[in-house]
């Protein structure tokens, strides 16, 4: 009895060691149940990049989505690097599909904005016809502001400004989690903000002129 729990404790101890691409292989060759280890592993990761990209109800919703992609693309990875890095590729790309599904209908409800987006905020709207906006609008206010105005951008240009300005990504990394050159990302970084900024002062503008 105590060699057989012996064994047991062994084969628990190596799952738990396994490396990405052992695992990889397991669920490649037909052990569909070892994805759940992935799944475990990375969980966080995907949670944390999809909090940060789409609207509150809809995270679970697309982190779903997500592993079943990463799933059923399990075949074509070839360990050509780092099996977390290419999980988020994956997810931006979704994130990015689910903006591009979201404005066909055209009907987008607001989001509630995380931390990162309201210092976006703060430095978009540095302007002194911004600041003298600030100066009577309440916090919830400006929150809807921009992300009505976020609403508004593209869903490329939208996940750029977020790569970029938001989270200060380096431009080669937010190129490759894309999967566009440097320098379409450049090109778009510098578009989008200045789309934004044109968003956000015509909305004050005129919003200024009502009061």
Not at 90 to 99: E, F, G, H, K, L
Not at 138 to 164: F, G, H, K, M, Q
């Amino acid at each position: 009895m105590m060699h057989r729990l012996c064994i047991i404790d062994d084969m628990r101890e190596h799952t738990a060691n396994e490396s990405d691409v052992e695992i990889i292989n397991r669920v490649v060759h037909g052990d569909a149940d070892a994805f759940e280890r992935l799944m475990d592993r990375y969980q966080n990761r995907v949670f944390a990049i999809v909090g940060r990209r789409v609207l509150r109800m809809d995270v679970e919703e697309v982190a779903h989505d997500i592993f079943v992609r990463a799933y059923l693309s399990l075949p074509s990875y070839r360990a050509k690097g780092d099996f977390g890095s290419w999980l988020s590729k994956i997810s931006v790309r979704a994130c990015c599909d689910y903006w591009r599904e979201r404005y066909r209908g055209r009907e987008r409800p607001m989001s509630t904005l995380t931390e990162d987006q309201m210092k976006l905020l703060e430095r978009v709207t540095s302007e002194a016809s911004m600041r003298a906006h600030a100066d009577r609008a309440s916090l919830a206010e400006a929150r809807e502001i921009l992300a009505w105005a976020l609403d508004r951008l593209s869903a490329e240009d939208r996940a750029v400004l977020e790569l970029v300005h938001i989270e200060e990504r380096p431009v080669a990394e937010a190129a490759e989690l894309l999967g566009r050159s440097v320098a379409n990302v450049k090109v778009r970084a510098f578009r989008s903000r200045r789309k934004l900024r044109a968003i956000l002062e015509k909305l004050i503008a005129e919003r200024g002129g009502t009061k």
